[in-house]
């Protein structure tokens, strides 16, 4: 048995069992993000977690029928949406769609006043290389040390 004290008192914390092992659902993180160099560098975490959360939200649109006339799919989605449902701020989803964008992941098309922007996600590029200073002078660092 496990005790854990706190402010309130002892307290047993619930295990799981073996039947309720796959009670949940869970976001892919596509490894694509960890393992590209210029993603690596250029996302942090609260970037890749939205990247994650748009990934994941295609599904909504797939079964919406949510296409444009050359059948890509696009969601809708509003910024504070996003932020609430990750516990970030409005700003900090403003910065990892700027980051998306950059990095070619998710394209944005204006739909008009008070209306949420159609957000179009990119596939990565196995050739895709941003000139981005922090990768350069990390590959600079790592180059000359191992010389």
Same mark, same amino acid.
């Given at each position: 048995? *496990?005790?854990?004290?706190?402010?309130?008192?002892?307290?047993?914390?619930?295990?799981?069992?073996?039947?309720?092992?796959?009670?949940? #659902?869970?976001?892919?993180? =596509?490894?694509?993000?960890?393992?590209?160099? @210029?993603?690596? @560098? !250029? /996302?942090?975490?609260?970037? #890749?977690?939205?990247?994650? /959360?748009?990934?994941?939200?295609?599904?909504?649109?797939? #079964?919406?029928?949510?296409?444009?006339?050359? +059948?890509?799919?696009?969601?809708?989605?509003? !910024?504070? +949406?996003?932020?609430?449902?990750?516990?970030?701020?409005?700003?900090?989803?403003?910065? *990892?769609? !700027?980051?998306?964008?950059? @990095?070619?992941?998710?394209? $944005?098309?204006? $739909?008009? /006043?008070?209306? =949420?922007?159609?957000?179009?996600?990119? #596939?990565?590029? =196995?050739?895709?290389?941003?000139?981005?200073?922090?990768?350069?002078?990390?590959?600079?660092?790592?180059?000359?040390?191992?010389?």
């Amino acid at each position: 048995m *496990a005790l854990f004290l706190f402010r309130g008192g002892i307290s047993e914390m619930e295990k799981y069992k073996i039947n309720e092992a796959n009670q949940f #659902k869970f976001f892919q993180i =596509p490894k694509e993000l960890f393992i590209n160099r @210029c993603y690596r @560098c !250029k /996302l942090n975490s609260d970037t #890749k977690l939205t990247y994650t /959360l748009l990934l994941d939200r295609m599904h909504l649109s797939e #079964k919406n029928k949510w296409v444009n006339h050359r +059948d890509e799919i696009y969601l809708l989605y509003t !910024k504070e +949406d996003i932020a609430n449902i990750l516990g970030i701020s409005v700003r900090t989803v403003y910065k *990892a769609f !700027k980051v998306l964008e950059e @990095c070619e992941l998710i394209y $944005q098309k204006r $739909q008009g /006043l008070n209306m =949420p922007n159609r957000i179009y996600i990119g #596939k990565f590029r =196995p050739d895709f290389t941003m000139t981005c200073n922090i990768c350069t002078s990390e590959h600079e660092n790592h180059t000359a040390t191992n010389m």
